[in-house]
T-cell receptor, first 115, second 109 residues
Framework: GAGVSQSPSNKVTEKGKDVELRCDPI?????LYWYRQSLGQGLEFLIY????????KSGLPSDRFSAERTGGSVSTLTIQRTQQEDSAVYLC?????????????FGPGTRLLVL | QKEVEQDPGPLSVPEGAIVSLNCTYS??????FMWYRQYSRKGPELLMY????GNKEDGRFTAQVDKSSKYISLFIRDSQPSDSATYLC?????????FGTGTKLQVIP
C-alpha cells in the first residue's frame, strides 16, 4: 500500500523567500509528525498533530515556522523568510494512533537548500 | 549536554562481524526505546522497540536496555552488506520523541 509521501522531494530557494512543504500521511493514520534532519544533528522534532490539532508546538525553531493540518490528513509546513540555516532534510511521519509508543512511518523527506 | 548521545561513527566492519551500536541518555523520564535504520536518501524505518530493561531479540538483531545506567544497545549478528545504513536510537518522553544523531555503519563484503 501507499506509504507517507512528501513533496517536493527537493527544493532550492533564495534567502528571504517563503517555502511550503507538503506531507501526505498513510490513509487512516491519525497522528502526524514533522522532523528536521541536519548533517551531524540527527532528527530534530518540530511538531506533532493528533487529528487536526497540534498539542505540542514547542519544537518549532522560530516564529518563521508554522504548520497546519486539515481534514485530518494532509499537512503543510511553511517556512517564512527562509535563512541559510534552514537548509536541511524535512521529514514527515505518521502513525495509526497518537501514542508516542506507536510505530512511526516516515516519508522520504524534502531536501531544502537555501542559498 | 544533549539528552541523547550517540557516536556518529562511521563504523566499518567486515561481513559476518557482530556489530554493537550504543546510545546513552540523561532523562530518566524516557519510557520507550527504539532503533531506526535509515538508508541513504530515505526516511528512517523502525527496527526494534522496547519498553523495559533487558534484551529483545528479532532475527539477527538484539536490542538491550539498561535503565539503571541509562544505556541502550543494538547488536547485529552476522552483519551483511545490506545492513550498511545509519542507525538512530530514539526515546519517548512527555510529548515528543528524541532521536540520537545516528551512527553510520558500513559492512564490507
Amino acid at each position: 500500500g501507499a506509504g507517507v509521501s512528501q513533496s517536493p522531494s527537493n527544493k532550492v530557494t533564495e534567502k528571504g523567500k517563503d517555502v511550503e512543504l507538503r506531507c501526505d500521511p498513510i490513509s487512516g493514520h491519525t497522528a502526524l509528525y514533522w522532523y528536521r534532519q541536519s548533517l551531524g544533528q540527527g532528527l530534530e522534532f518540530l511538531i506533532y498533530f493528533q487529528g487536526n490539532s497540534a498539542p505540542d508546538k514547542s519544537g518549532l525553531p522560530s516564529d518563521r515556522f508554522s504548520a497546519e493540518r486539515t481534514g485530518g490528513s494532509v499537512s503543510t509546513l511553511t517556512i517564512q523568510r527562509t535563512q541559510q540555516e534552514d537548509s536541511a532534510v524535512y521529514l514527515c511521519a505518521s502513525s495509526l494512533a497518537g501514542g508516542l509508543q506507536e510505530t512511526q512511518y516516515f516519508g522520504p523527506g524534502t531536501r531544502l537548500l537555501v542559498l | 549536554q544533549k539528552e541523547v548521545e550517540q557516536d556518529p561513527g562511521p563504523l566499518s566492519v567486515p561481513e559476518g562481524a557482530i556489530v554493537s551500536l550504543n546510545c546513552t541518555y540523561s532523562n530518566s523520564a524516557f519510557q520507550y526505546f527504539m532503533w531506526y535504520r535509515q538508508y541513504s536518501r530515505k526516511g528512517p524505518e523502525l527496527l526494534m522497540y522496547t519498553y523495559s530493561s533487558g534484551n529483545k531479540e528479532d532475527g539477527r538483531f538484539t536490542a538491550q536496555v539498561d535503565k539503571s545506567s541509562k544505556y541502550i544497545s543494538l547488536f547485529i549478528r552476522d552483519s551483511q552488506p545490506s545492513d550498511s545504513a545509519t542507525y538512530l536510537c530514539a526515546m519517548t518522553g512527555y510529548q515528543k520523541v528524541t532521536f540520537g544523531t545516528g551512527t553510520k555503519l558500513q559492512v564490507i563484503p
